[in-house]
């Protein structure tokens, strides 16, 4: 908010057009640098030509050929009744004495792409080869921030504080700060994209870097305010307040203020988690009109607006390029309060722990659940009959009215239940596990807890199925649930794992942290699958899986997912710092991801 008789020297804004061209070129530089340490995953990715085309775009594919037990007989297994071979427990005094017996196996699944007989380059992560520094780097400070991403958040700060207050006082010469926050208008919007241009460049989700959107977004906000009353108070001394506030640009100023100061209220975690869909008008409204009033406000806000609406505009041509609506079905597995959402028309295009945003276009919802879009992990791997299959956990009013409309019961012409159908807009993929190419590594183990198994099923699916194209040979999924029936369901997809596992040493491992009393039927379990009560010990799994991995002579790393609640990925993340460093170099590395 400058006028003509407050402009400062020319010297002066010389200086602070200096500042900051060079504060841009600095960020500029230190992306840069992450994107040159993310290049050789990111060659070794695409050199892998079953890596190109996925992970970009949904589609339907033809199948080359049928199974013979199919994704969607497991399905329907599922969703049948399963008193005859549901899960029961022997329980003795405290409850804790389980009986397993083998349930007998299914016929293996012909599911593996032999295409690309060739096993992927495995490239390590730069943190799997320098212990002691990402063992500090990943410590956690705080909820979603670790060591790293503080550092990294107060060098971001100490080099917009310094080109704001680098000879320059905000109560003497304002128009410092307001320039500087102008310039870092394009980041607040790459940041806030989900077809992120960062995220491409050094390998991660939209999801992982939105912590610096807001960060960013609070600092501009601040600044803002900054420039603002160090006008006013200028104005004030030197008696021109009112004279100044009739003038158009400065009241567009106030405008662009406005809008920053919502957005800033609007996107605190108070507002989000009472009311998102508030949160989703305001910033939509806030970011629109923003670039509007800085374009009127000062004319040296123009290049950045137009940055800003470039990557803003791609990325929405890109999300509408992702976008597709079709037929899902829905289908109640009551066992985990959950829906499960099959779409056969979209059945390629994905990778292993990668989401997609769900829109469910019904009338059976109400009209304010229309305008709502959730995120949700893909739960299956690709080129299945069933398609693409998600699992929505029943937890608020969204997901509660999905429930009820999934426990419609709908027959077929032979009297089979086939669930119910609807029509959904899909946007994705996105996320995921970045240039990470899972089937390069010599052991696995992925951590769910609840619903989160979904991710853990998708990865695991894909490494079973690359047989002997994949350098894994040790898998383990340890999974929580808080009781045995949650277990129910997932036997025969379990079974079906274990059954096309190949030449991999596949395990899984249940807990359940609620112990039912007066059952005493038997517990039937295919081999492979134990089940155990209380939780996880998740160091013992990863010390077991480390050594089994170095007994087999694998030498391309461990990888280890969790995905649950952030207790059990901040126990996971714990366990995978304490691990002997000469233990974890014999075995080429361990690396984590927390989805």
Known sequence: MSSVQSAPPSNSSDLDVTLTYHLDIAISITIAIFALLNAPRAVARFANPSERLRGHILRYVALRREPRISASSVSNQMHSDFKKSA?????????????LSALPALPTQTLRDTSNPERPVHMPMLSSLVHPVTSVLT????????????????????????????????FSHP?????????????????????????????????????????????????????????????????????????????????????????????????????????????????????????????ACIPFVIAACVFYGVDHLMRIAKTCITTAMLRPIPELGLTRIEIPTLNSGWRAGQHVRLRVLSTDMDYLALTEVHPF???????????????????????????????????????REVGEAVRVMIEGPYGGVGNTIMSSYSGALVIAGGIGITFALSAVQELVRSGND?????????????????????????????????????????????????????????????????RPKIAKFLNDVVTSTQSGGGA???????????????????????????????????????E
């Open 87 to 99: 899960v029961g427990i022997q329980d003795r005094s405290a409850g804790c004495d389980t009986i």
């Open 175 to 299: 128009s410092r700060a307001g320039r500087v926050i102008a310039s870092q208008i394009p980041f607040v919007y790459i940041f806030a994209t989900k077809n992120n241009i960062v995220g491409a460049l050094v390998g991660v989700g939209y999801e992982k870097l939105n912590f610096l959107h807001r960060f960013i977004g609070r600092l501009a906000v601040v600044g803002a305010n900054v420039h603002m009353l160090g006008y006013v108070y200028k104005w004030t001394l030197a008696g021109k307040l009112s004279t100044e506030l009739t003038k158009p640009f400065i009241r567009w100023g106030f405008v662009a203020l406005a809008c920053f100061d919502l957005l800033g209220i609007g996107s605190t975690q108070f507002v989000r988690s009472k009311s998102y869909n508030l949160f989703i008008v305001t910033h939509v409204l806030g970011l629109f009109i923003f670039l509007i009033a800085a374009c009127y406000h000062q004319p």
């Open 377 to 415: 992990t893909i739960a299956n791997v690709e080129r299945t009959e069933e398609g693409m299959v998600l699992m929505c956990k029943k937890t608020g009013r969204w997901t509660s009215k999905i429930y009820s409309l999934s426990a419609t019961k709908r027959y077929g012409e032979q009297g």
């Open 556 to 594: 391309t790393g461990v990888f280890v997912g969790v995905c649950g609640p952030p207790a059990l990925a901040r126990d996971v993340a714990v366990a995978v710092r304490n691990i002997d460093v000469h233990q974890k170099r014999m075995v080429g590395g361990i690396e984590l991801h927390e």
């Open 470 to 534: 994949t350098s894994v040979r040790v898998i383990d999924i340890v999974w929580s649930i808080p009781d045995v029936a949650s277990l129910t369901p997932m036997i025969a997809l379990f079974t079906s794992l274990i059954e096309q596992r190949m030449e991999v040493c596949l395990r899984v491992s249940v807990f359940y942290t609620r112990a039912l009393k007066g059952s005493s039927q038997p517990t039937y379990l295919p081999p492979g699958v134990t089940l155990t009560p209380g």
């Open 139 to 170: 410590r956690p400070v705080h909820e979603g921030y670790t060591v790293g991403r503080v550092l990294l958040m107060a060098g971001y700060a100490i080099m917009v504080l310094y080109c704001t207050f680098y000879k320059s006082n905000p």
